[in-house]
């Protein structure tokens, strides 16, 4: 795999961790979260498991509605 | 080859943007962005059929997220 692809991938995993551990508010968290699953898929597409990452695909939306439907109310 | 190292450029530029972005709702269309450019990352590095299949539901499943978090927050501010 060429090696741009792995530092862009590893730069943007890090760039979301970071940022979702340090940010307060809510919906950026889950932005930063969504950042973080865009850049873990392309080390699954080299790999070549494309099972898992159509599995990851259609997974990931179904916990970002869970995921909002518990912190829009304000506790 | 340089197709895969455009998207991978769009790619970083976009999450840059997303990290710098003030507003909220703003971060959102980079975000989309991301999810293009990791698409079509997905494509060019896999020479198979079944690729595509694996990256229009990636495309979808980010797509609908990303609306369900938009709304979601257009909602919260309005009432």
């Known amino acids: 795999m060429n090696e741009l692809v792995v530092i862009g991938a590893g730069s943007i995993v890090l760039i979301g961790a970071v940022m979702a551990i340090t940010v307060r508010d809510r919906y950026q968290k889950l932005i930063y979260l969504?950042?973080?699953?865009?850049?873990?898929?392309?080390?699954?597409?080299?790999k070549g498991y494309l099972d898992v990452l159509t599995v990851i695909s259609l997974i990931v939306p179904i916990s970002t509605f869970f995921i909002l439907l518990a912190c829009r109310r304000n506790v | 080859m340089i197709a895969l190292q455009i998207c991978?450029?769009?790619?970083?530029?976009?999450?840059?943007r997303v990290v710098f972005e003030k507003n909220t709702?703003?971060?959102?269309?980079f975000l989309n962005v991301v999810s293009f450019a990791v698409s079509g990352i997905i494509v060019l590095i896999i020479p198979q059929p079944l690729a595509l299949l694996a990256a229009g539901a990636y495309l979808i499943g980010t797509a609908l997220g990303s609306n369900a978090i938009a709304s979601t927050l257009a909602g919260d501010e309005e009432g």
Do not use: N
């Not at chain 1, 969504?34 to 080299?46: D, K």
């Not at chain 2, 991978?8 to 840059?16: D, E, M, S």
């Open chain 1, 34 to 46: 969504s950042l973080i699953v865009a850049g873990v898929m392309p080390f699954l597409a080299e």
């Open chain 2, 8 to 16: 991978v450029v769009v790619a970083i530029y976009a999450a840059f």
């Open chain 2, 25 to 29: 709702l703003r971060k959102l269309p």
